[in-house]
């Protein structure tokens, strides 16, 4: 070592010595692992090496599973059969996949190109069909020995109470695309969440995929099992959805064109969430092939729209609470006013129809809300004012995004004169008509509905509408969990609240009421029924009206509320109002039983 | 730039170093030879060996003090190219390493090992009247902290994990106190959770993988398994080129980079590795030596510090391939294939005879 000359340069060699000696060290002991190795253990590892037959098989982790409120399941897994190649195993390509294809009647060239997206030499499983059919994998397993590195594996796939349900709040599962593999978090194959909670929860519901390691033997049989590590499955989500109300929801939307979302005004609880026509779920979780899916987004009746959060249309009538609200609060409406009606309102040189032909004589301002009468609210709407409609309108949480836990939510559109006046734009008289009775530039979402009618229910709060309870670990550790959040309040003097509710509750129980269809004996419900003009003012075809039913009941004690939204469905009282009645008959069975049996209050 | 060719420069020429590190180039052209006989990739590698050597001549002309003084600004350069992988590998995913530069594909985190040596060199020996002043550690640590976090999050924990024993080496060669040491040490992992929680799910995944490889048991674990058995079936004297079947069948992954020294032990035994590990104990203990002969404190510093780096990924790398240790990536020097890391290991090897041939200047 070096020759110092003074005690720094002394201790430096010194220290330099003792690293020297250290690292010394570590190499005699890698060269005892090597004498372990190769002299003591080595017989062994060449006679393994002579017959490498390792293989290594993923073992799919089961995913998540998302439970109602009460412990239902809403989705679970079953195990599928899938049909996957192992680049590095495989032998004679050409051959084999040419066998394949006609074997399982696949086009050849789908088994190419699945096998040209990855190395030639990757061990991880290429999988190239899902959800074999028995048959199937009967084929594939009698001619084993003449495929090498092709597997048939057993992977859990999502099964579904029925192939649509709750398909907008649970969203479809399909394999990971070319697009999202650049975020770098997949691997190819990956069933990833794509649309609702499943894509919003996805990081919680996949879980960890695990593992084994076999020793095959010359034939390609599995000989013994020489480690497995456990998948670790998905966490469990339980959300707020009552199942049974969902099918009594999607049951009595069967064949229409709409959107029920059904809430909880005490916390904000989303119970029931349907958009229709809704998408089959399962169609995605097997092999969907290119033209399935161009036929699903370019579907005139748009399934993969949810209705509920990202259909925005004209509340037509339903919208009268809010002018009621206004005027009443701001004291430019009284419940004395009254006002004769003819049928029809003229303003410069036009004429306004109300729905009703004729007209409905004289109305004071809860027969006005009772019979929806336009020409009532035409007249005091212009004394209400659009700057006050416009400012309760939002208080009451219409144009803005309700924060519901589902991707891409609408905010819908509130017009207003100081709106309009900044982008250089008039606002006519004609404009606050329309405005008045829910027409016009107006748009608004049913979930937004639901939280302005929650609000009305429970005296003012506007909740977050809350879809997540909580999501838990398979060790039962809390990954998440949400409480139920406000976002807004609305303050009106609890006289005006006490009007808008009993003004409802004539809808539904006033003999003139419009919303009679939905009159259910042993409960007492309270709604507003809406008819929406696609185009405003016209004299379009029935078929053309969007139909509403904003409610909730108990009056006394609110506990539930249901918006009824149909498409192109007509007048919110004929059509709208007797779907509400079947959900509502779904939810409170005991009570409107007994009431039946003429044994209930 | 001026290249004085020194007659003495050139009578303290480390003849035994050299012959070392040129021994393992042979060793690793045999074997990568061996690994696909057309030659491409073992005649690609002299290729970069050809580089290297031009980049470790102009090392060798330069006086490594002027390196060291240029440290800040080398530091500048690296810390922008690290930067730049951060920034790339976010857009494009998968190849979180590597810059592309035309044709090439640069591994920054490489070439910035050498700047890292230079850069401790420089700070610790701005106060050298009071080495290892509370002053110079701090700021070392911070010096030493920003590369190290880009690093890791790139995510190359090989990398990482090569600088900190670097640095502890060259503290210990500078004779810092125990109790700083090991103060120093408990600081690092009382962060450690705190960078934890900055990661995301999926990138913590993958740095699990790295300590347990059994997570991930169709990647890593497999490739220890097939390492250990191709090590393994080499037995005393090895089975030769043709008879190497672990490496020539594939089954073996990486063989050419990371787990190339595998290739080598199933073709040539042990007694093959004896000489492997004699040629690598021949370089690092001429390194201990030239850093414990060396007078001037900038020598020393870059003298242990390259050394150390060499010790460090030659024994990580050994270590993973046998089983040893976990299974993080990082090349084995002069024979893994990869240009970035062939370059950046002769310029290494340059400086090392750079403080050498200065010695006695």
Same mark, same amino acid.
Request: aromatic share 8%; net charge positive.
């Given at each position: 070592? *070096? ?97 394949? *294809? ?36 009967? #084929? ?33 599962? %399909? ?138 249309? &004209? ?67 212009? #004394?209400?004012?659009?700057? *006050?409609?416009?400012?309760?309108? %939002? ?25 309009? %006046? ?56 809390? !990954? ?51 008819? !929406? ?8 075809? #029935? ?30 009282? *004929? ?27 | ?106 591994? &920054? ?20 009247? %009071? ?199 990082? &090349?084995? &020097? ?28």
């Amino acid at each position: 070592m *070096a020759s110092g000359s003074g005690p720094r340069r002394d201790a430096w060699s010194k220290r330099v010595l003792t690293l020297t000696v250290m690292v010394a060290a570590a190499f005699v002991m890698l060269l005892g692992q090597l004498w372990y190795l190769q002299v003591l253990e080595g017989t062994k590892f060449r006679d393994m090496s002579e017959k490498n037959r390792i293989r290594v098989r993923p073992v799919a982790a089961p995913r998540g599973i998302l439970f109602d409120r009460n412990g239902l399941a809403l989705v679970d897994n079953r195990p599928a059969f899938t049909l996957s190649f192992i680049p590095r195993e495989m032998e004679d390509r050409d051959t084999v996949l040419a066998r394949l *294809a006609v074997m399982l009647k696949i086009p050849l060239a789908e088994l190419q190109d699945a096998l040209a997206k990855v190395p030639a030499d990757s061990l991880r499983p290429v999988r190239i069909r899902r959800d074999l059919s028995l048959e199937d994998v009967a #084929k594939v397993e009698e001619s084993k020995l003449d495929f090498p590195g092709v597997v048939v594996e057993v992977e859990p796939q999502r099964v579904y109470p029925t192939s649509t349900f709750a398909a907008h709040v649970l969203g479809y599962v %399909r394999e990971v695309s070319e697009e999202q593999m650049k975020q770098g978090r997949y691997r190819r194959g990956d069933m990833i969440g794509q649309t609702g909670l499943e894509r919003l929860l996805d990081e919680h519901l996949r879980g960890r995929d695990g593992g084994e390691r076999i020793e095959v033997d010359a034939l390609g049989r599995s000989v013994q099992l020489m480690q497995r590590e456990e998948p670790r499955p998905g966490a469990q989500v339980v959300t707020t959805v009552d199942r049974r109300i969902q099918e009594a929801a999607e049951r009595a939307m069967s064949g229409l064109s709409g959107s029920v979302v059904v809430m909880d005004p005490k916390s904000g609880d989303i119970l029931a969430l349907t958009s229709s026509p809704a998408f089959g779920l399962d169609t995605f979780a097997g092999n969907m092939d290119r033209d399935a899916w161009v036929r699903l987004v370019k579907d005139p009746a748009h399934p993969l729209l949810n209705r509920s959060l990202q259909g925005q249309y &004209p509340p037509g009538s339903v919208f009268k609470m809010i002018v009621t609200a206004a005027g009443l609060q701001e004291g430019s409406l009284t419940p004395m006013d009254r006002a004769y009606c003819n049928g029809e309102y003229s303003s410069g040189t036009r004429t306004w129809k109300d729905w009703k032909p004729g007209g409905h004589g004289h109305v004071d301002l809860r027969g006005a809300v009772v019979q929806s009468c336009d020409v009532f609210f035409y007249q005091y709407g212009l #004394k209400v004012g659009p700057e *006050a409609i416009a400012r309760y309108a %939002r208080a009451f949480g219409l144009g803005s995004v309700t924060g519901v836990d589902l991707p891409g939510e609408k905010s819908g559109l509130v017009p207003s004169p100081e709106g309009r %006046r900044e982008r250089g734009r008039p606002w006519h008289s004609g404009d606050t008509l329309n405005m008045s009775i829910g027409q016009g530039a107006l748009l608004v979402t049913p979930i937004q509905v639901a939280r302005m009618t929650a609000a009305i229910a429970n005296g003012g709060v506007l909740w977050k509408p809350r879809l997540i309870q909580k999501v838990e670990r398979p060790d039962g550790k809390l !990954a998440y969990s949400e409480s139920t959040r406000m976002n807004g309040q609305v303050d009106l003097s609890p006289v005006v609240w006490a009007f808008l509710r009993q003004s409802m509750s004539g809808v539904v129980n006033d003999a003139v009421g419009t919303g009679a269809a939905a009159r259910l004996p042993g409960l007492e419900i309270a709604g507003k029924t809406g008819t !929406a003009q696609t185009i405003a003012n016209s004299s379009s075809a #029935k078929g053309q009206d969007h139909a509403w039913f904003a409610s909730f009941a108990p009056v006394n004690d609110p506990q539930v509320v249901v918006v009824v939204f149909v498409e192109g469905g007509g007048h919110g009282g *004929a059509i709208a109002a007797p779907i509400a009645r079947q959900i509502y008959q779904a939810i409170f069975l005991e009570k409107v039983a007994m009431a039946a049996l003429g044994t209930g209050s | 730039m001026i290249l004085r060719i020194d007659r003495r420069l050139l009578q303290n020429v480390d003849w035994p170093l050299l012959a070392a590190a040129l021994a393992l180039i042979c060793l690793s052209f045999i074997s990568l030879w061996s690994l696909s006989p057309s030659g491409g990739i073992a005649f690609r590698q002299l290729v970069w060996v050809g580089v290297g050597s031009v980049a470790m001549l102009m090392v060798v002309a330069l006086d490594y003090r002027n390196l060291v003084r240029a440290a800040p600004a080398f530091y500048v350069f690296g810390l922008g190219l690290l930067l730049t992988v951060f920034v790339l590998g976010r857009t494009v995913s998968g190849a979180r390493r590597w810059i592309h530069l035309g044709p090439f594909t640069v591994q &920054p985190s490489e070439l910035f090992k050498l700047i890292f040596v230079l850069t401790l060199a420089w700070a610790l020996t701005s106060r050298w009247g %009071r080495p290892l002043s509370r002053g110079a550690l701090i700021g070392t640590t911070a010096l030493v902290g920003v590369p190290f976090i880009l690093v890791v999050r790139q995510p190359d924990l090989g990398t990482a994990l090569v600088l900190l024993p670097v640095l502890a080496s060259v503290l210990i060669g500078l004779g810092i106190r125990l109790k700083i040491f090991v103060g120093l040490i408990a600081a690092g992992l009382a962060l450690m959770p705190v960078a934890w929680l900055a990661l995301k799910e999926y990138q913590r995944e993958r740095l699990l993988v790295y300590i347990d490889p059994f997570r991930d048991p169709l990647g890593t674990a497999y490739n220890v398994i097939q390492a250990k058995i191709a090590i393994g079936s080499g037995q005393l004297l090895g089975k030769g080129v043709s008879g190497a079947t672990q490496s020539r069948l594939a089954f073996l992954p990486e063989r050419h980079t990371d787990f190339i020294f595998a290739v080598f032990a199933e073709m040539w035994g042990f007694a093959g590795c004896l000489v492997l590990i004699m040629a690598y104990g021949l370089l690092v203990l001429r390194g201990f030596e030239i850093a414990a002969g060396a007078r001037e404190p900038r020598g020393r510093i870059v003298a242990l510090g390259i050394t150390a780096l060499f010790a460090t990924q030659t024994l990580i790398n050994l270590g993973m391939v046998t089983g040893l240790l976990p299974v993080v990536g990082i &090349p084995l &020097p002069f024979m893994s294939y990869g240009g970035s890391s062939m370059v950046v290991s002769l310029m290494a090897l340059g400086l090392l005879l750079s403080v050498r041939m200065r010695q006695f200047q």
